[in-house]
């Protein structure tokens, strides 16, 4: 399915679930946390887009007609003023989706990844959905309501030879925290579930693969529907989790792989 096909596809089926929330979207700028910041306000949220890059970051605000705020995910006070922003802005914060992440060339095997690699992905992946969720969970509490969904991988689910180690343990990492926070909070009104995106045609996939197109083919035949999936799917799962539609689903492990933790072989 191309890009075009699956924007056809989902305007034409977009609910109305969203009228009047507020949400908050990291990552906003480009690939699913784009994808997703459109979804939400097709769906009548108050999107706050926050970017570490502002022409991208303004561009998916000017787009979705909401609020952009630059933050750099792995600063506490950036993060912190994000959400009193949002809130201060809007008078609530209904959803987070902690989505912002990186996968870069040098985050590899083991036995070549520096420790300054597994840091600086760790920092991003992980200690900012740390960050996010210590910063919005109070205003959710107050509130008496709220969906945070953070951004896994399937990769959390299921071990690689073609190995970005750091990645790989940022994201077993977010669905651990988010199980937890799921469990810790939901007599709060609080839900916390962890989305596990199988590889999505994103920049970030892109950057990825551009170097080594043997490790995208070694994936790409692993999955089950024969492709990489598209942002607005992704975009479409993160719209239910943070919708009343999802009221029952909370401290999950949300897998939108297009089949692959489930294969043990792919059609031929």
């Known amino acids: 399915m191309t890009g075009t096909e699956a924007d056809a596809r989902h305007d034409g089926a977009v609910c109305r679930r969203l009228v009047g929330r507020t949400a908050v979207v990291t990552g906003a700028g480009s690939g699913i946390g784009l994808a997703t910041a459109r979804r939400l306000a097709s769906e009548g949220a108050h999107v706050v887009c926050a970017d570490v890059d502002p022409e991208r970051g303004e561009a998916a605000a000017e787009e979705t007609g909401g609020l952009f705020v630059a ?23 209904d959803v987070a989706f902690n989505n912002a992440g990186i996968s870069p060339p ?8 520096d420790l300054d690699a597994w840091r600086r992905v760790q920092d991003v992946n992980l200690t900012s959905v740390y960050l996010c969720c210590k910063h919005v969970i109070p205003y959710m509490r107050r509130q008496g309501r709220g969906s945070i969904i953070n951004t896994a991988s399937f990769v959390a689910k299921m071990g690689a030879a073609t190995s970005q180690i750091s990645y790989t343990a940022s994201k ?4 651990a925290m988010s199980r937890e926070l799921g469990v810790q909070f939901a007599r709060d009104g609080v839900r916390v579930n962890a989305l596990c995106p199988g590889p999505v045609n994103t920049p970030l996939l892109t950057e ?40 029952f689903v909370n ?16 059609p031929l």
């Open 251 to 266: 401290a999950a492990e949300f897998l939108v792989d297009g089949g692959i933790a489930g294969a043990y072989v792919t």
């Open 71 to 93: 933050v750099d995910v792995t600063d506490p006070a950036q993060v912190e003023a994000l959400f009193a922003t949002a809130h201060d802005t809007y008078g609530s914060v």
């Open 106 to 113: 040098d985050d590899d095997s083991i036995l070549t990844t």
């Open 172 to 175: 077993g990492g977010v669905l």
């Open 208 to 247: 990825l693969f551009a170097a080594d197109p043997e490790r995208a083919r070694r994936r790409l035949v692993h999955i089950p529907l024969g492709r990489f999936a598209e942002p607005e799917e992704i975009a479409a799962a993160v719209a239910f989790l943070a919708s009343d539609d999802a009221s």
